[in-house]
T-cell receptor, first 116, second 114 residues
């Protein structure tokens, strides 16, 4: 059973608009969440993270929102740029508050296409 | 700093053969991780090291898989008696023990078992 779910395999948005990528999780022990971006033929690249004691974290054009009661997080990209086109993975970790992650559980990813 | 380096980038092997992959992490990183990614899936955890100690192994890591990190520097992942189901991208990542909020992944080794 998947503990981290990204139910949208793909998303297409227009350049300049907002991209919203969603992620749901089932394990209430998860206390740290991360988003990674992956281009073809490259490894995933860390984008942004949030701990369970927060509900929002912002870094430039990227904002992650966490709704613990709904076990849901989302990544907002504003404004979207063509260079943001990639596969985005949501990941979660349990028992690692403070940032020293051990085992990360990844979702299947959402392919974002930003059209000029 | 050249990031996390993995070698080879691609490996094609016949079923039943043994293969070994190498990962060179970022030099000051204490932790080193191995993940496996198949088509349409996210990376799946295999194992991780803190310095030279292997601290956790996934149930995905069957007896045919072994990983080492001698002297706490580079790591090797060996697969013995490869099977077609082992075909995947094998990703290595490294991180500091604390204070770093995301791994740095290498570009991976793509294994094809024919």
């Amino acid at each position: 059973d998947q503990q981290v779910k990204q139910n949208s395999p793909s998303l297409s948005v227009q350049e300049g608009r907002i991209s919203i990528l969603n992620c749901d999780y089932t394990n209430s022990m998860f206390d740290y969440f991360l988003w990674y971006k992956k281009y073809p033929a490259e490894g995933p690249t860390f984008l942004i993270s949030i701990s369970s004691i927060k509900d929002k974290n912002e870094d430039g054009r990227f904002t992650v929102f966490l709704n613990k009661s709904a076990k849901h997080l989302s990544l907002h990209i504003v404004p979207s740029q063509p260079g943001d086109s990639a596969v985005y993975f949501c990941a979660a970790s349990a028992g690692n508050y403070g940032g020293s992650q051990g085992n990360l559980i990844f979702g299947k990813g959402t392919k974002l296409s930003v059209k000029p | 700093d050249t990031g996390v380096s993995q070698d080879p980038r691609h490996k094609i092997t016949k079923r039943g053969q043994n293969v070994t992959f190498r990962c060179d992490p970022i030099s000051e990183h204490n932790r080193l991780y191995w993940y496996r990614q198949t088509l349409g899936q996210g990376p799946e955890f295999l194992t991780y090291f803190q310095n030279e100690a292997q601290l956790e192994k996934s149930r995905l890591l069957s007896d045919r898989f072994s990983a080492e990190r001698p002297k706490g520097s580079f790591s090797t992942l060996e697969i013995q008696r490869t099977e077609q189901g082992d075909s995947a991208m094998y990703l290595c990542a490294s991180s500091l023990l604390a204070g770093n909020y995301g791994y740095t992944f290498g570009s991976g080794t793509r294994l094809t078992v024919v």
